[in-house]
């Protein structure tokens, strides 16, 4: 069992920055961020292995950096140019052998 604990979203103005941290209580394979605006399926962001082969949505390529602290169990996400697309809820998100584990999410708002 991993257990996740997002922080860093808020509300911010098209063309600024904000960083998500997520926490696992573990060491896991792979983490990374989705996020699920309403009406909308919850989609991936970026991910990351433990070795560092990293996934990005097209949609973020550019303007997202995720990083990974794997002795703290920690992930990041640095989002920069950000529009009000971008809005949703992100999701922290962790691998472990057969187990997929989600965090609750926090809100990230980018007003126009």
């Known amino acids: 069992q991993v257990h996740l604990v997002e922080s860093g979203g808020g509300l911010v103005q098209a063309g600024g920055s904000l960083r998500l941290s997520c926490a696992a209580s573990g060491s896991t394979f792979m983490m990374g961020w989705y996020r699920q605006s309403p009406g909308k399926q919850r989609e991936l962001v970026a991910r990351?292995?433990?070795?560092?082969?990293?996934n990005y949505a097209d949609s973020v390529k550019g303007r997202f950096t995720i990083s990974r602290d794997n002795a703290r169990s920690m992930v990041y996400l640095q989002m920069n140019s950000l529009t009000p697309e971008d809005t949703a809820v992100y999701y922290c998100?962790?691998?472990?052998?057969?187990?997929?584990?989600w965090g609750q999410g926090t809100q990230v708002t980018v007003s126009s």
């Open positions: 998100y962790a691998q472990l052998g057969p187990g997929d584990y």
């Open positions: 990351m292995t433990s070795v560092g082969i990293t």
